[in-house]
Every structure is written in structure tokens, then in C-alpha cells.
């Protein structure tokens, strides 16, 4: 009986299968939707052959959307407005706004007209040379990519870029994933990254097992919205693990700006041997006109002698600023990490609109 | 699924029987590894006590990945991270892991970055 009903549903799933298969394959070769029209933002228009998703068109004529999931579906950050011409919802879709869809799911089959944020105009497509690794903890590195073709690249502190993993032995298929830049702004030539290893992780994986100094790599950029803001409120930097990547290049361009303002910087970390860049973080001290850096270890290990702030490094915020009702914070991390600041600065008397984030997610 | 060769049916069926050798269900084993993961989540990527034998951490990436099932939903990319105090195991899972036992008793295919050996699992949260 047992066996009967195993066998029943392994025909059936495997008509199911070589049907979609077949509905695929024939879509590919045998269906021709034509020339198709695509009119941006009522300004550019230009033509393609139908068949392939909006993500992949736009990529073609140079017109970079965000999408770390490579066109899955799944990270839900190539949304734009499709005012005319894309089908019916897919179930990826769960954004349900009006004309808002993922570039990813939308196949071209007729003439579309979309909306592209204007932001997202300027966005370009860098060809660089990784020209230096360096380890900063056991599954932490800092990467330096120089500029081939365009040669420089403006940005703003705390932005992020998409580098793209290539076809490798344990990756099918291209696929892009987001890295804050943590370079000093002033060098336009190069872009670092700090890259935390995922276990199982496409991009990270590639990055810390694949990756040698003198390949080119393409990535681009530069996206987001996370900034200093133009007031001179005292400011709070939050941070842990490769959270120190926009923080660091916001420390950057600080000091090449001349920038005033009262800086704390809470950095987290499990251990000690988990802190990094500590060198640098003792020059900033020194070179901005009042930064201060305080290093949170959660547990010290057995012989490694600590006599810095101990805890979460909430709970270092927490003992140390006493009113933070004129302040700004700026976090960058996991989810939990930033609901959990976010909770202990209000308590503290922050506001809301005091609080900048960039969250994992 | 990996390098697995059998079909879901069959890893599915071949799990729970590993898991009930064991005296549990797919279902008690998520709800273990969710009560982990949620207590683990206080530490905000630190190492957390569970209880007297275990320790636990999680560790967050940018993204999500959704269910291979055809439904709605999406799983930040968090990984727990569980040690096993007295015997040094160690064991990995992400919050898809957790829906996937859970929802679909699937504990991925042999040779995926992520597959959990039920036996094991079952060994260490316990």
C-alpha cells in the first residue's frame, strides 16, 4: 500500500515536472514575442526581443536594478513601476501596490512602460582587479578591488554596492549580493568591502575560497539611502561584525572633511581576537576632533586579558550614555541587533527620526 | 537537495524514521530548534547559554531565501549556530531549516550546504 502511494505520487510529480519542463523549453525556443518597446520614465525608449525577465533587459542597455538574489524572486529589492504592458501577479510577488512589481518576475512580452527611480539612473557597471585580502578575524576579510573600466567612482559614506559572484564549482549561476563599501571615499580609484564568511554562502564562499588577488570582478553601484545627516547633533555609531564597513568609511570621510562633531563608536564583538581594525579606529581617535572608539566584548576567553566595556554592546550604550535626547545614532547589523539598539535608544530619549539604519535583511 | 539522488518523497520518508528511532517527531525537533534559535537571538551574534549543556548563537546576512514549497514566504538569512557542552558537537541551522522540518519534515538532500542529519540533530538540542 505504502509502496502503491509512493509510486503514484512519483508519477505524478514527475508528469508535473517534464511538463513545466516542456512549457519552459518551448517558451525558450519556440515562442517569439517580437521586438518589444520599453519606454523609461516617459524619457529613453529602446527595443529588445520579448522573452526574457525585466531585470535581465535592463542589465542589457546598462540600467542596474538592485537585486541580491540573482532574479529568484526573493530578496524583493528590484522593485519598480510597470505602468503598462507586464502580465498578471506571480506568487513571488507580494507587494501589492499599485504598479509595483519585481523587475525579476515581469517578462517582457509587449511593450512596457515603467518608472525607474532617478536615482537609480546613475547607477553604473564597474569592471575592477581585486588587488589586495587581507584577514582581519577567522571569518572576516577585507577585500580591495581597484577600477579597470570606469576608473573612479563617486558615492556617498554608507552606500553599497553589488558585486557579482561568477559561475564557479559550487555555483550554477551568476548571482549578485550587496556589500557596503568601507573604502575612504577621498579614493575614487578602488572600492573595499568587509566580508563576514557565511557558511554556505554563494558569494562568500566564492570571495574567501575562489577569489585571488589579480581577477576582475564586476560589481555595481552605488545604491542606498543610509548617510550622515547635515546637522552637527552629537552622533552614535552602533555596530558589530561587518557592520564596520559604512561606519569606517563614514569615519573616513569625517576626517577628510573636517567634520566636528562628537563621535561614539560601539563596536561588538564575541571575543577579543574578533575586534578589528582596532589600529585604525586609535588613529581616528587622534585625527578627529573628538571620536571616540569603545570596543564591547560580549565574553572574554580564558587568559585574554580585557579591561574594555563587557556585554552586548546595548548594554555598553546603555551604561555610558545617560541621555540621548540630543543625539543621532547611526547602526549597522543584523535585525536583532538594530530593534535592539533601537528599543534601548528610545529609552534613552532618542527619536525615532534621529536613528539611521542599515539592517541586515 | 544537493548530490542526493533519491527524491524528496523518499528523503522525507528516510528522515522521519531516523528521527523516530530517536523517540520524536519532525515536529517536536522544530519546535527545539526554534525555542533555541529564538533564546540565541538575545545574544545579537554572541554566544548565549541555552540551558546547562548548551550554547547557541545566531549570525545574520543580508537577503532572505524563500521556501521551495509553492507558497508565500521568505526566511532571513540567520544562522543558529549550537554547541553541545559536554559532548563539543556542533550543529547549524537557518531559520528555512526550521520551516522546512516543520512544515515539510524536509531536512535537505545529502551534500547541500545545509542538510542536518536527524540523528545528530536530534543528539545534540536535546
Known sequence: ?361 | MGCDSRSVAEIIDADAFEVSKFGHTTRQISVRMQEITDAAKRGLGTWVEIDTQHQAMVEEARGSIACPWPHLGRFIKRVTTVKHLDSGQIIRWTDLNVHLIAEHGFFEGRGSAFRIEPGKLAKVIF
Open chain 1, 1 to 361: 500500500m505504502f509502496l502503491t502511494v509512493i509510486i503514484a505520487v512519483g508519477v505524478v510529480s514527475s508528469i508535473g515536472a517534464g511538463l513545466a519542463a516542456l512549457l519552459v523549453v518551448s517558451e525558450r525556443f519556440l515562442t517569439d514575442y517580437g521586438p518589444c518597446k520599453i519606454t523609461v520614465n516617459d524619457e529613453r525608449e529602446f527595443t529588445i526581443e520579448g522573452g526574457r525577465s525585466l531585470l535581465f533587459v535592463l542589465g542589457g542597455e546598462k540600467l542596474f536594478i538592485p537585486s541580491a538574489c540573482g532574479g529568484r524572486g526573493t530578496c524583493g529589492l528590484c522593485k519598480l513601476k510597470v505602468l503598462e504592458g507586464a502580465g498578471p501577479l506571480l506568487p513571488t510577488e507580494d507587494e501589492r501596490e499599485s504598479n509595483v512589481r519585481l523587475a525579476c518576475q515581469v517578462k517582457v512580452h509587449d511593450n512596457l512602460k515603467i518608472e525607474i527611480p532617478q536615482e537609480l539612473l546613475s547607477i553604473r557597471e564597474y569592471i575592477c582587479k581585486c588587488t589586495n585580502i587581507k584577514d582581519l578575524t577567522h571569518n572576516m576579510k577585507q577585500f580591495r578591488f581597484e577600477l579597470v573600466e570606469p576608473e573612479s567612482i563617486d558615492y556617498i559614506p554608507g552606500q553599497y554596492i553589488q558585486l557579482l559572484t561568477p559561475v564557479y564549482e559550487k555555483n550554477s549561476e551568476e548571482v549578485y549580493r550587496a556589500y557596503s563599501i568601507s573604502s575612504d571615499p577621498s579614493d575614487k580609484n578602488a572600492i573595499e568591502l568587509i566580508i563576514r564568511l557565511v557558511p554556505g554562502g554563494i558569494c562568500t564562499t566564492y570571495c574567501f575560497e575562489y577569489l585571488k588577488v589579480g581577477d576582475q570582478v564586476k560589481m555595481n553601484g552605488p545604491y542606498g539611502d543610509f548617510r550622515l545627516s547635515d546637522s552637527d547633533a552629537q552622533i552614535i555609531f552602533i555596530a558589530g561584525g561587518s557592520g564596520m564597513a559604512p561606519i569606517k568609511c563614514m569615519l573616513h570621510d569625517m576626517k577628510n572633511t573636517g567634520d566636528k562633531r562628537k563621535v561614539t563608536y560601539y563596536f561588538g564583538a564575541n571575543v577579543a581576537k574578533e575586534l578589528f581594525l582596532i589600529d585604525l579606529m586609535c588613529d581616528f581617535e587622534s585625527e578627529l576632533e573628538d571620536f571616540t572608539f569603545v570596543p564591547v566584548v560580549a565574553s572574554p576567553e580564558k587568559g585574554e586579558s580585557w579591561d574594555g566595556e563587557r556585554g552586548l554592546v546595548t548594554e555598553a550604550v546603555q551604561r555610558n550614555l545617560k541621555n540621548a535626547s540630543q543625539c543621532e545614532a547611526y547602526l549597522c547589523g543584523s535585525a536583532g541587533l538594530i530593534d535592539a539598539a533601537i528599543e534601548i535608544l528610545t529609552e534613552l530619549g532618542m527619536k525615532e527620526e534621529a536613528i539611521f539604519y542599515d539592517k541586515f535583511e
